[in-house]
């Protein structure tokens, strides 16, 4: 069972489907290209005790956990009670992605190297008080998860106001953004790094960069993601040795004695300062769209490897990567991140396009599906505000890049759009992607 409804979920879908060892995949709640190859239930992701009362009945042979929602809300530990498979992390150990306070604490207790904190306020007033005593730009974070809104990098006393005010004082951030962190902002290019561990063993998954902003050259307000891509030149060796020597490690050995064990898909959010590697966040899952290009450069039987995660024997050696590189072009609504409508007829999805035998190896297209739904007729219409994420698999970047737009320039849908310039130099070196 595979629980989530995004592009990132039908990646994991699409190839969990390729092992031999899966006789069927459910999927909650699914979407309308992964209805496609498993059966979809609807059941919404956050919905702990729904998601139990459906395994009770069907009982999976193993269940892997898309978005941090179901995390937050306790799924390993329900599903680890009752003695079921589960590649996901406990709810105390979701905390390093469900309270950004709870996760600054445990890097500055383990001396893992991260942004100077200022302070964590529950109290507007005292988070005023305390701009007094910064160096600008600041970070402010909302404590809770809040679907990417809860972070800003403020210039000035003016910003950094307006954000508490929004955050602490109106509620627009809800929960999530009654207490906040003050942090110290950072220069430099960021990387996504992320690792899949049993708790003491762990394997590094290729190194993926994101793009955040909703137009080219990096322009335009922040998205769930408009794209990504994946190749070995992203991260020279010397400078992997040492995210995995200062952070990575440090980070499992100090949840381990904290009696905090951590199981599952582990993200971390970094900023290559001129001083070195510094962690911004944690996420405890796998980033969308990174895994769309994750999935397409692995080589190896995914079901078997997520098997060995859930017994504790995880392989690093069994995870074997495709050369060369991968990307992933997000198709979006017309107005997203803004307002958007949805129920536009998604044309030219034709089976070619939607699932070319290859990605996974060197080359090939697929177009996974993220906000869609499939009409009786058989018909599918955009639901959400990301719609498709065109992703491809190339001996080079630049092959990887020709063979997504090319593939993207055969869907249409009425308003439409999508960044031209992922995985492109111009699209590198903004702080803030
Ligand atoms: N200390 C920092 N210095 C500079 N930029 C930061 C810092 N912390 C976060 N950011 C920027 O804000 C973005 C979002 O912050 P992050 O901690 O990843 O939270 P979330 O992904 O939950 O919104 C980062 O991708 C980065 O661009
Ligand atoms: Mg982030």
């Not at 999976?60 to 530990?77: C, F, K, R, S, Y």
């Not at 990504?228 to 200062?246: K, M």
Request: a negative charge; charged letters at 25%; hydrophobic letters at 40%.
């Amino acid at each position: 069972m595979v629980i989530g409804g995004g592009g990132r979920e039908h990646a994991l879908v699409w190839k969990l489907r390729q092992s031999a060892r899966v006789e069927k995949i459910w999927c909650a709640p699914g979407n309308g290209g992964i209805a496609d190859e498993a059966e979809c239930v609807a059941i919404e992701a956050g919905d702990v005790a729904g998601l139990v009362a459906f395994a009770e009945k069907m009982r999976p042979d193993l269940t892997v956990v898309g978005p941090e929602l179901p995390l937050v809300n306790g799924i390993a530990d329900a599903f680890a009670e009752r003695g079921w498979k589960i590649v996901a992390p406990r709810r105390q150990a979701a905390q390093l992605e469900g309270s950004k306070i709870f996760s600054k604490e445990f890097l500055l207790r383990q001396r893992i190297p991260t942004a100077r904190m200022y302070g964590a306020f529950d109290s507007a007033a005292e988070a005023y008080a305390a701009l007094a005593g910064v160096k600008w730009p600041l970070v402010l974070k909302a404590d809770g998860l809040c679907a990417g809104k809860g972070v800003v990098v403020a210039k000035d006393e003016e910003e950094a106001r307006e954000f508490i005010a929004r955050s602490m004082e109106q509620g627009e951030l809800g929960v999530g953004g009654r207490r906040v962190l003050l942090e110290e902002g950072l220069d430099g290019e960021e990387l996504s790094f992320i690792i899949l561990t049993d708790g003491e063993r762990y394997a590094p998954l290729v190194p993926t960069r994101d793009h955040k902003r909703v137009f080219e050259g990096n322009q335009g307000p922040n998205t769930g993601g408009m794209g990504a891509y994946s190749s070995d030149e992203l991260l020279p060796e010397r400078l992997r040795e040492r995210i995995l020597g200062e952070i990575v490690e440090p980070t499992l050995k100090g949840l381990a004695s904290e009696g905090i064990p951590y199981q599952g898909f582990l993200y971390v959010g970094l900023m290559l300062t001129k001083d070195g590697p510094r962690v911004l966040e944690f996420n405890c899952r796998l980033g969308d769209p990174e895994a769309q290009a994750i999935v397409a450069r692995m080589d190896f039987d995914l079901a078997e490897v997520l098997k060995d995660v859930a017994d504790a024997r995880l392989e690093a050696g069994k995870l074997k990567w495709a050369a060369g590189a991968s990307v992933c072009v997000v198709l979006a609504s017309g107005g997203y991140p803004g307002r958007f409508e949805t129920g536009k007829r998604i044309e030219g999805l034709v089976t070619g396009v939607r699932n070319e035998a290859g990605v996974g190896g060197r080359t090939g297209v697929c177009v996974f599906h993220a906000g869609t739904k499939r009409l009786a007729d058989g018909s599918v219409v955009t639901t959400g505000g990301r719609v498709l994420g065109v992703t491809a698999a190339g001996e080079s970047l630049a092959g990887a890049l020709e063979s997504a737009y090319k593939a993207a320039g055969r869907i249409r849908f009425e308003g439409m759009h999508y960044r031209k310039d992922i995985g492109m130099a111009s699209s590198r070196s903004a702080v803030g992607d």
